[in-house]
């Protein structure tokens, strides 16, 4: 199985470790690149900055509230560029809101999933997410 760049943008310290660990479990070879707010996930998905060596994500995991720009604004500016609208967006967040979740798929997100608070439930939402995005889906080449 080839190598997939997954692009977290997480502002939580412990998600983002749990997530990575989570992640490393499944054995798969992966890239992981991780941004702790909207304005740093534009400036690495446009390149600029600190990241114009990096190669474009294959996957966004997304979440919600960020600091600086969140994350429904991130979303939208992705599903509106014309080239970064193939890659896709999982929202991975702590809101479980009808109005974000309907926010979220009317700016095209690819899917909307809550973080459960229980760590177990956590992981095992992580593995889903991998084992479904990198072991089934054929995402579009960088």
């Known amino acids: 199985m080839p190598e997939i760049h997954i692009l977290l943008v997480e502002d939580n310290e412990g998600d983002i470790v749990l997530t990575l660990e ?5 054995k798969l070879k992966n890239k992981i690149s991780v941004v702790r707010d909207g304005e740093e996930a534009l400036e690495f998905l446009y390149r600029q900055g600190p990241y114009t060596n ?3 994500p294959q996957l966004v995991l997304l979440d919600i509230n960020l600091p600086k720009m969140d994350g429904k604004e991130v979303l ?3 599903k509106n560029d014309i080239d970064l609208k193939k890659i896709p967006v999982v929202i991975l967040t702590t809101s479980s809101s009808e109005k974000d979740i309907l926010e979220a798929y ?4 690819n899917c909307y999933i ?4 229980d760590l177990d439930k956590f992981i095992d939402v992580i593995h889903t997410i991998e084992d479904f995005w ?3 889906v054929q ?4």
């Open 114 to 117: 809550t973080k459960p608070v």
């Open 22 to 26: 989570a992640l490393k479990e499944a």
């Open 139 to 142: 995402l579009p080449k960088p």
């Open 106 to 109: 009317n700016n095209h997100a």
């Open 134 to 136: 990198i072991s089934i």
């Open 54 to 56: 990096e190669d474009a």
């Open 76 to 78: 939208n500016k992705i």
